[in-house]
């Protein structure tokens, strides 16, 4: 990564668009002149920058959550769901899990406090079907009730090989985005698949013009969409209660 930030920095671009935190962290190393425009996930608990007000430096951009107690919210949706949940499969990088500031961290501390265990299943740094493939694998020595995918961003380029080895398994899964549901899995919540990508552009646009990015607030999103995947429910045989359905912004049947 580091490798990679300094030989998009010596290209000398007018502004540099990022799509995850490890990436906007790697780029803040290498440059503090040229702007960055970044969608990341919690921006001031992993240091991408001090302030969602006064971002400083040379990045701002659009926070994917609207902080980590998502993750809890994530836990709390699986317990309705699975009203016996006492265990929880965790698939994420070892960056993930062990770095301060990052999910891992805010997912431990949630099911903590929903009183259910995590169970980390770990890619280690590299996302490809090979390493889903063998994190899945270690899964079998384990047992857990349901499964949550991380919000790292690399999750996103491999949904369908994430929700079928889910599906071989039969777990009740929770997605970091509708992509992930649209793909067959069974339920996500996360920030409105729209408002993000157009903020974004917005941001973007603004520096293109001439705006300093210390000048503009990383910006945190209002909206969220609860999304849930009847079809795949019916399949694993997943009895989805009344409850949830109706708060859910959308049903693909």
Excluded at 170 to 186: D, I, N, T
């Amino acid at each position: 990564m580091e490798e990679m930030a300094r030989e998009v920095v010596g290209t000398h671009p007018d502004v540099i668009v990022l799509f995850s935190n490890v990436h906007a962290l790697a780029f803040k190393e290498a440059t503090t002149v040229i702007p960055i425009v970044a969608s990341t996930a919690d921006p001031v608990a992993t240091g991408v920058v001090p302030s969602l007000a006064r971002p400083g430096g040379n990045i701002t951009g659009v926070a994917t959550n609207a902080g980590f107690q998502m993750h809890e919210k994530w836990i709390e949706l699986l317990k309705e769901l699975v009203p016996k949940l006492s265990s929880i499969f965790f698939l994420a990088s070892e960056h993930n899990w062990e770095a301060t500031g990052f999910s891992g961290v805010a997912v431990r501390e949630g099911a903590k406090r929903v009183g259910v265990s995590l169970i980390p299943i770990l890619l280690g740094s590299t996302f490809n079907e090979a390493a889903y493939e063998r994190a899945f694998k270690s899964m079998e020595q384990d047992r857990a009730d349901a499964l949550i995918v991380s919000d790292e961003t690399e999750h996103w380029a491999h949904p369908k090989a994430v929700v079928r080895l889910v599906a071989e398994r039969r777990l009740p899964a929770m997605y970091p985005g509708r992509v992930f549901v649209e793909s067959g899995g069974l339920m996500s919540y996360a920030t409105d698949h729209v408002s993000v990508p157009l903020r974004l552009a917005a941001v973007i646009a603004d520096v293109l013009k001439g705006k300093k990015p210390q000048d503009i607030p990383f910006s945190q999103p209002t909206k969220f969409e609860l999304v849930i995947n009847l079809k795949t429910a019916k399949s694993q045989g997943i009895d989805v209660p009344h409850t949830l359905l109706a708060r859910a912004d959308e049903v693909i049947e």
